[in-house]
T-cell receptor, first 114, second 115 residues
Framework: DVKVTQSSRYLVKRTGEKVFLECVQDMDHENMFWYRQDPGLGLRLIYFSYDVKMKEKGDIPEGYSVSREKKERFSLILESASTNQTSMYLC?????????????FGEGSRLTVL | AQSVAQPEDQVNVAEGNPLTVKCTYSVSGNPYLFWYVQYPNRGLQFLLKYITGDNLVKGSYGFEAEFNKSQTSFHLKKPSALVSDSALYFCAVRDGTGGSYIPTFGRGTSLIVHP
């Protein structure tokens, strides 16, 4: 069974802390995504990676950075967490195959910043 | 540019009745269209997609969707709703011509099926 695994389901951090959200996929997908989900706003893309060490900014990259050192792993980093980064974070992956293209999502990481 | 509109924040339907969740899209090239479902405190799960071919697409859990090019719509349907179908539904579009792999999601529609 294909899988996208996010390391933490629930996190509570303090303002100013550095936060790492890890995501691993076992489908050998080229593309990986980090989204943020907030009520009434849907899914907003933070960063996208189409290959190892490659990344593109999404719609809301401010306050975030990413790392993709290996094909299966895509990390989201909050250098200095703020209360407005309290949210649900969703990682996803997809294949470059034109006949597929659907995203496979992890279970999400709910981050609370106090 | 690409965009998706889900005009209803919430849809209410009685169990056993047919359901429709609406989605309209805008894209420059060929539309690749997707539906996803999200249960509480879970990630999104893929339901079905339209890439090419038949306009009526069948997916998981008895859901289907009809691609209508002239109306730029891709409504999700099910003939007989179940209480367990209650969830958040997202429509997404990607430009299949432009070479981008990044989909745009709608804001989601909450489906509530009443017993």
């Amino acid at each position: 069974d294909v899988k996208v695994t996010q390391s933490s389901r629930y996190l509570v951090k303090r303002t100013g802390e550095k936060v790492f959200l890890e995501c691993v996929q076992d489908m050998d997908h080229e593309n990986m995504f980090w989204y943020r989900q907030d009520p009434g706003l849907g899914l907003r893309l933070i960063y996208f990676s189409y290959d190892v060490k490659m990344k593109e900014k999404g719609d809301i990259p401010e306050g975030y950075s990413v790392s993709r050192e290996k094909k299966e792993r895509f990390s989201l980093i909050l250098e200095s967490a703020s209360t407005n980064q309290t949210s649900m974070y969703l990682c996803a992956s997809s294949s470059r195959d034109v006949d597929t293209g659907e995203l496979f999502f992890g279970e999400g990481s709910r981050l609370t910043v106090l | 540019a690409q965009s998706v509109a889900q005009p209803e924040d919430q849809v209410n339907v009685a169990e056993g009745n047919p359901l429709t969740v609406k989605c309209t899209y805008s894209v420059s090239g060929n539309p690749y269209l997707f539906w996803y479902v999200q249960y509480p405190n879970r990630g999104l799960q893929f339901l079905l997609k339209y890439i090419t071919g038949d306009n009526l697409v069948k997916g998981s859990y008895g859901f289907e969707a009809e691609f209508n090019k002239s109306q730029t719509s891709f409504h999700l349907k099910k003939p007989s709703a179940l209480v367990s179908d209650s969830a958040l539904y997202f429509c997404a579009v990607r430009d299949g011509t432009g070479g981008s792999y990044i989909p745009t999601f709608g804001r989601g529609t909450s489906l509530i099926v009443h017993p």
